[in-house]
């Protein structure tokens, strides 16, 4: 054996000892092996320039293994810088799956020495595709829904026939083998339960794959759950009955637990809503079908949380169960910490009280501030009335607070457009209450020379227009369905405008303020509920070559009526506190409407049993407006065991909204039209500061 490929260095590669073995031992016989071994031995030459086989870690070196089984000099031909720069070589385009790795590696075998262009190579390697396991799990339930009845009868050897057509899905081949194994683990317990001798036998007499009875010969193609559902739609007389009919004799089985079989329901769920979007069906009228072949004896259904831009429900939000079904990280006390840290500030009170509670990537924003690279914060508000109400003031405060800690530029997205495309108000009556908006932002108190307040109707066009129309192309209809909860009869802007949310997240959109060609960190305050469009931003950024905005969430601010749902102007404007109320009227509409969490009918049935303080408004509003934290926890001290009553607790609420607003009026009196002006002008002159200039 030639000197460079030893039994140690093939060892190192990851082969089993067994596997050593046989090419050690076959090297003189066999041709394969040979070739092998040379194309190894080119590979390892290529790697030397670029910290030789020492510098990739395991996965690498088991994708170099690989390449040498299937590319020879000849074949690598002109694609080896390709191949170094993606496979071989730590860097920000290098490919970490192992998935990827082999998709990347066939890509480069199959052209046959012939160049492969970069975007054709990056498509067919997946640069840039993410597959979550919930990705995963979704195809798989499509496939595991055809084949259920082969299933059932076959067991868990049935799952070894749905790899390969799981595989052939869209996107499938870029997920790693582990989230496809544990894909249809998760489905085919949801089905059978723990694995028994029973359910794991080979049938007798069947061959391979389990049970191939009349029902089960249909192939494991990889069609989606909408082409399945096309078949059935396109031959019904009702026009989709039947995939009513079909959701409606959809069957949990008996022998799954209730943790799984909870889990595996919310995801058919979703999968039932794919369908009836698809075919213009409603999908409340879906969903009751599914609900009413699936409730208990007793009529239960599994409960989704409904959280998104255009519905929110009107009910107890499960934050900690949120962050499971977004895929968030939880804002823990190391990050809090490190805030106060790298600032020199103490905390927001919003983030010690976990009222900015999630978040995704929040950390890679504060390694590159801690590297000194520059990033900046992007927030919007929708204009639909003429003023900002508590809630609305919530994700401002925030944000003057990092503004101030970081020192950063600040962009705010005014979406007059979304308005008109959701509300019933016409451009003349945006323009007014846009307006109206910006002076409530500008009275907050943000820094003039590092922040850009704009109108989507005044700004809309040059680099900010040529990211929106980046991110049209690589959103599909379907995703914006799936998002925003639409159908074929929303408007056509509706379908398009979740990419004009997006192009705020590159800092290319403003030359103005960062120069041309810039590349700088986002960071996006905002509540939960917006975190869809940034899912899909992050989604499609890194396809563009843009870094993926980082995004810290809020909890809603809660109703006047209870801790359900959030604030909402369209419950009345009695039941709302806007920034324009006088005095008289926040007395007036705590002392009446704030709901009270107080346990019992009486004051002496409070005095004994306490207050309830997660449904009680008024304490709830104090958590986020009264800045003193031992003055706050003496209140929930005392009112949760009775030693306050809710006047009282009203009446500190009173008192604290009232100096809030009656402070914020006084600095929107001040706001001159010219002023307005100046904060929503794209002259470059006045980012200086924002450029190092």
Known sequence: MPSVISAELLASLGLSEKEVQKIVSSLDSNSKTKKLVAN?????LLLEPHGGLSSLDGPRRKALFQAAQSLGADVLGTNKSLFIKYLLVDGSDSIMAT???SAAIACVAASGGVELTEPDFREAAGVGVSVSFEDVKTVAITLVEEHRDAIVEAGYTYQAALMKPLRAMPK????????????????FFAILGERT???TKKPKGKGKGGNKTKDSKKKAVGTDVASSAADSATSSTQGGGEVLATAATIETSTTTTLRAAERYEAERRELLTKVALEFDLNVDAVLRKFAD???GA???????QEVNPVTVADKKIDYTRLIDQFGTELLDEQIIARFERLTGKPAHHFLRRGIFFSHRDISQVLDAYERGEPFYLYTGRGPSSDSMHLGHLVPFMFTKYLQDAFGCPLVVQMTDDEKYLWKDLTPEQLEHTLRENVRDIIACGFDREKTFIFSDFRYVGGPFYQNIVLMQKRITANMAMKSLGLSTLDNIGRFAWSAVQAAPSFSSSFPHIFGPQSSHHCLIPCAIDQ????????????????????????IFFPGMGGTGGKMSSSV???????MTDTAAMIKDKVTKYAFSGARGTTADDLRELGADLEMDTSYQYLRFFMEDDAKLEDIASKYSKGQMLTGEVKAELISVLQELIINHQSARASISDDEIEYFMSPDAARFGKCRGD
């Open 40 to 44: 190894l031995e080119a590979l390892l």
């Open 99 to 101: 998935a990827k790795m």
């Open 172 to 187: 499938m081949i870029f997920a790693e083998q582990t989230a496809v194994k544990g894909a249809l683990e998760e489905c």
């Open 197 to 199: 001798p029973e359910n």
């Open 293 to 295: 072949a699936n409730s």
């Open 298 to 304: 007793d009529g239960s259904v599994d409960d989704e």
């Open 531 to 554: 975190d869809v469009y940034f899912r899909i931003t992050r989604e499609v950024a890194p396809r563009l070559g843009y870094k993926k905005p980082a995004v810290i969430h809020s």
């Open 572 to 578: 009345g404007q009695d039941k709302t506190i806007f």
